[in-house]
């Protein structure tokens, strides 16, 4: 078995890069906020959570980047 490269933090083109570079299949899930009170980026997905499933694959949780916010007074 090939080593298993940390994916956390990373994006997700990298992390899929990494994976692919090893030759480890991978699968993904997307987890998202059960309120829609702070607005997220779905386009920039980052790695949050990485398991090790039966078969040597690894399953990727992805969460979007939330969305800079500026308020009235800059901050």
Request: hydrophobic share 40%.
């Amino acid at each position: 078995m090939a080593a298993i490269p940390d994916c956390i933090g990373r994006p997700r083109s990298e992390a899929q890069q990494l994976l692919r570079a090893v030759g480890l299949p991978f699968t993904e899930e997307i987890t998202r906020p059960t309120r829609d009170f702070f607005k997220t980026d779905s386009t920039c997905l980052y790695v949050v959570r990485q398991r090790l499933l039966a078969g040597d694959e690894v399953r990727l949780t992805l969460a979007a980047r939330m969305e800079k916010e500026v308020s009235c007074h800059g901050l």
